[in-house]
Structures are given as structure tokens and as C-alpha cells.
């Protein structure tokens, strides 16, 4: 069946008044710097808590967060209760805020109230990383886990959330192989914050814990120290998944670096490739072999071979979808979704 449409010429043609108004100058609108710091007019509430907002920024800028968490709080009272994107946004600039000055719960007190109000995916995300920030602080490294398993669910294209995790599984890995306090941030595995020094300590102790002729005391694997209590690990077994799932965390997250060099360039493009570097010379010293590194570059990338990845940008499409069209996994499934196959694979091939 054939459709034949047709339009009128005048369709296409411009009216008089736009040809009239081409080549007219756009008059726009410039602020002077700093024009925040003027008198707030109170009788203007939009402008009022702009205003506020603006001076809060500057604070947390200067990393006087006591002050910036002050005038959040001030702008907070000024927004109209329709305004909810602007509320969530000072609500979670005062939680950050209360994070840098100590006051975790208050900051979790925050978060949790942020999640009452979650109605789509993109306020999940910004709610799942503030909790993950919050808990990483806290040293609760299940919680900080299984906030990180969600952002990746929401978002399986994003690299650093996939290095989040993989230092995560390694900082529980070495609390309860070496019965470290995962609740001090010295003691926290970290791709970024590591000096040569202690990245080789951490290293080397990771070497040391996967080491079967290195003797243990009777606590050094599950014991009273180990603060995370994670009812999953049971045994020196679970220990090792850790391991190899940090390892596919850090694979995972080369891989779509990769994938995302073509599209970068300046100063991104060389954060991309002194990433990828790190990753490399740290997949090297943590003794994973050949074989299993094919082996887990080949299951963790099997979504990369859809069609739907095969073009430049066409990863990680931002979309925001209703809770109600979008349902996460649980913990457990994610890691069914993701290292099942890998980990029957690899045990397998033992």
C-alpha cells in the first residue's frame, strides 16, 4: 500500500515576522562575579534561595563546609514545597556536607529521607550515591556493596562504578584474610589514593592472603575482628570469590574504557588511558593468569557485542524510567547476573 502526501509550499516558507526579526542581536543576560554576595531581596523568595544557593556552593568550594551546611539550610526553608527538584538538590548539598564535617548518621538521616521521595531512576541514582559515599566513610562495606550493586544495575556502561565495587570487594577481602578494620580508610583498598607504598603493601598482602602455604592463626580468616560480619562468608572459598570478583570488576571497567576512547579526547582521553594504566599494571601484581584473564574478558564483555553497543556514544544512553517500569535485583541476583557463569567457568577449568 502506498501513501502519497502532500504539503503546501507555504509550510516551508518562514513567515514574515521571523524574516523581519533575522540578523537581530540576542541580548544576554551577564552577571558579574560573585553577584551573590549582594543583599538577598527576601521579598523575592526565587531569588532569595538562589541566591543561598549560590553562597553555599562557594562555601563547600572552599571546603568551609560548617559554613556551606548554614546558609543550605537557610535556603532549604525558603524553597516552595512544589519545587522539589531544587529541594533534593540542597537536601543531599547539606548531606555532603554533614559527610565532610563527621556527622554520618545525620547524613544517612538525610539520605533516607531523599529515598521517601524517590519516584523515578534518575533520584534512585542520586540517592544510591549518596548512600554509598556515606557508608564508605561509615566503614559498612555490605551496605556501601550492595549500593554499588544497585548503581550498576541502573547503570552497567559506567566504569567507575564498577571500580567502586572491585575496590570494595578487595578492602572485605583483606578484612577477613588479614583482619583489618575496613571502618578505617587507611586500611580501605583504593585504585586513586594509594601511594606507590601502600598500594605495594596492599599488593602483597592480597598475594599473602591467597597464599594456601602462608599459615593462619585460627582468627586470621573469620574471627573477632572481622567488624564487616558478612553472613555470606563462610569459608576460605568465599574469600577467593571475592578475589576473582574483584578482578572481573576491574576487567569489566578496562573494557568499557576502551569502549569509550573514541569518543574522548584532551584531558578526559588521558584520565582514560592513566586508568586503564592502573588497572593493567594491578591485574599484573594481584598474579591473575592469562587464561583466566581471557576467560573473564570474555564473559563480563558478551553484552558489549550488542548491536546496541557496536556504535560510538551508544553506551550507557541516559534514560529515566518510573520505579514502576523498573525492577532492581536483589544482592544475590546481581551476582548471579554477573559471576555465575564466570565463577562455574573458572572452576571448571581448575
Given at each position: ?7 503546501e ?7 514574515r ?25 527576601q ?5 532569595a ?6 553562597r553555599?556552593?562557594l562555601?563547600?568550594r572552599?571546603e ?17 514545597l512544589a519545587?522539589?527538584?531544587m529541594r ?5 548539598s547539606?548531606?555532603r556536607?554533614l ?25 534512585l541514582?542520586?540517592?544510591l ?20 550493586q544497585?548503581?550498576?544495575?541502573l ?6 562504578f ?7 570487594y578487595?578492602?572485605?577481602?583483606l ?12 586500611n ?11 598500594a605495594?603493601?596492599?599488593?602483597h ?8 602455604t602462608?599459615?593462619?592463626d585460627?582468627?586470621s580468616v573469620?574471627?573477632?575482628?572481622n567488624?564487616?560480619d558478612?553472613?555470606s562468608?563462610?569459608?576460605?572459598t568465599n574469600?577467593?570469590q ?23 579526547a ?8 592513566k586508568t ?12 591473575l593468569l592469562?587464561?583466566?584473564?581471557t576467560?573473564i ?31 532492581m ?11 555465575q557463569?564466570?565463577?562455574t ?6
Amino acid at each position: 500500500m502506498e501513501c502519497d502526501f502532500c504539503f503546501e509550499d507555504s509550510v516551508f516558507s518562514e513567515t514574515r515576522e521571523r524574516t523581519s526579526q533575522r540578523g537581530l542581536s540576542y541580548p544576554a543576560r551577564q552577571c558579574e562575579p560573585r553577584w551573590f554576595i549582594a543583599n538577598v531581596n527576601q521579598d523575592d523568595l526565587l531569588e532569595a534561595h538562589t541566591v543561598l544557593k549560590f553562597r553555599a556552593d562557594l562555601s563547600y568550594r572552599r571546603e568551609d563546609y560548617a559554613k556551606a551546611f548554614t546558609v543550605y539550610s537557610d535556603c532549604y526553608a525558603l524553597i516552595p514545597l512544589a519545587n522539589n527538584a531544587m529541594r533534593r538538590d540542597v537536601q543531599e548539598s547539606q548531606a555532603r556536607c554533614l559527610i565532610r564535617l563527621g556527622r554520618h548518621k545525620e547524613a544517612l538521616e538525610i539520605a533516607e529521607l531523599l529515598v521517601e521521595g524517590v519516584s523515578n531512576t534518575d533520584h534512585l541514582t542520586g540517592v544510591l550515591n549518596l548512600q554509598a559515599t556515606i557508608h564508605h566513610h561509615l566503614g559498612n562495606l555490605q551496605e556501601e556493596m550492595s549500593c554499588l550493586q544497585q548503581l550498576i544495575s541502573l547503570h552497567p556502561f559506567n566504569p567507575q562504578f564498577w571500580i567502586c565495587l572491585a575496590e570494595s570487594y578487595i578492602t572485605l577481602f583483606l578484612s577477613i584474610t588479614n583482619c583489618k578494620d575496613p571502618s578505617h580508610n587507611s586500611n580501605r583498598f583504593s585504585l586513586w589514593a594509594q601511594s606507590p607504598l601502600g598500594a605495594q603493601q596492599c599488593v602483597h598482602d592480597i598475594a599473602r592472603a591467597r597464599d594456601p602455604t602462608v599459615s593462619r592463626d585460627d582468627n586470621s580468616v573469620l574471627g573477632p575482628c572481622n567488624r564487616s560480619d558478612p553472613s555470606s562468608l563462610t569459608d576460605d572459598t568465599n574469600g577467593e570469590q571475592l578475589w576473582t570478583w574483584s578482578c572481573a570488576c576491574f576487567i569489566r571497567a578496562r573494557l568499557l574504557l576502551r569502549l569509550l576512547q573514541p569518543q574522548q579526547a584532551s584531558f578526559v582521553l588521558e584520565n582514560n588511558m592513566k586508568t586503564q594504566e592502573q588497572i593493567e599494571k594491578l591485574l599484573e601484581k594481584l598474579g591473575l593468569l592469562e587464561g583466566q584473564t581471557t576467560l573473564i574478558v570474555q564473559v563480563m564483555g558478551e553484552d558489549l557485542l550488542a548491536e546496541r553497543t557496536k556504535e560510538e556514544g551508544q553506551t550507557d544512553i541516559k534514560t529515566t524510567q518510573t520505579l514502576t517500569s523498573f525492577i532492581m535485583p536483589s544482592d544475590a541476583e546481581f551476582k548471579v547476573r554477573w559471576f555465575q557463569k564466570m565463577t562455574t567457568i573458572l572452576m571448571a577449568n581448575k
